[in-house]
């Protein structure tokens, strides 16, 4: 029952666009609206509306990078990716650090050691 609540909740209604801006809006999104078949405005029908109109449309109603689900999967792998680089960056610089290390307590005990 409440995912059917949300389903009816996330589409649009005409009564939520201001008058000016479903006035232009081409016919066949008008229509789409009306039956519920657009959860969003599409982006290339908000470009080709003047500045001043694509102002007044509500966010919610808008497409956004999230409601593309390619792209979504491209950011993923490329955040998963740079995670793992970052991940192998900083485990070099440890190893890097703990041989310099190694070199450096080596020298330190031999020279302890030719002293004695």
């Not at 479903?22 to 500045?51: E, F, H, T, W």
């Not at 310099?100 to 330190?108: D, K, N, T």
Request: charged share 15%; glycine share 6%.
């Amino acid at each position: 029952m409440s995912i059917l609540y949300l389903a009816v909740l996330a589409q649009i209604k005409i009564e939520d666009l201001p008058p000016d801006v479903v006035s232009k809006l081409p016919p066949q999104v008008v229509d789409q609206i009306r039956k519920g078949l657009l959860d969003k405005i599409p982006n290339d029908v908000v470009s080709q509306l003047p500045a001043s109109l694509q102002d007044k449309i509500p966010s919610g109603l808008l497409e956004a990078a999230s409601s593309n689900p390619t792209f979504q999967k491209v950011l993923l792998v490329i955040g998963v990716l740079a995670l793992i680089g970052f991940v192998i960056g900083l485990l070099k610089s440890a190893i890097k650090w703990m041989i310099f290390s190694a070199i450096l307590a080596v020298g330190a005990w031999y020279l302890f050691f030719k002293q004695g």
